[in-house]
């Protein structure tokens, strides 16, 4: 199938490549489909374009790389998608300005890649963790 992205241009996506989002993400249940693809400013960040919508698209790091501290067993056990899923933070990036950027670390991204392509957006409630952590730091990031 193909699909557009305001960010990515076209691309050609397989069935097998959508990743379901059941329950869709909090205030956007109709969310449910959407691809990964690497951006091309760091291997640590991805864009999750969704299906249904060229513009509706958010922009993650992979916490395990960027934030080895995390708690991605507490992110995982929240999603009930085992044990192998991948924990992604949703970054913003203030006036397109990566400098910066700052990672939704309260509400990650779950998602898991076996047996089925399938994810989740979970809340960590009193987890401590902040909406907006600051990625970089004197132009170096943490």
Excluded: K
Excluded at 13 to 41: K, M, Y
Excluded at 83 to 92: G, L, M, N, R
Excluded at 125 to 140: C, V
């Amino acid at each position: 199938m193909q699909i557009v992205s305001s960010r990515l241009g076209e691309l050609e996506v397989s069935a097998d490549e959508v990743i379901n989002f059941s329950d869709g993400f909090p205030g956007l249940p109709s969310w449910q489909a959407a691809v990964l693809r690497q951006t091309q400013v760091a291997p640590y960040l991805l864009w999750l374009q969704f299906v249904h919508d060229s513009e509706a698209a958010f922009l993650l790091v992979d916490l395990a790389i960027a934030l080895p501290d995390y708690d991605l067993a507490l992110a995982r056990t929240a999603a009930e998608l085992g044990e192998q899923a991948q924990v992604y933070a949703i970054v913003s990036v203030p006036g397109g300005t990566l400098i910066r950027a700052t990672a939704n670390l309260l509400a990650p991204v779950v998602i898991t890649f076996t047996p089925a392509l399938a994810g989740r957006q979970v809340i960590l409630h009193d987890s401590g963790y902040p909406l907006r952590h600051t990625l970089f730091i004197e132009d170096e990031p943490c």
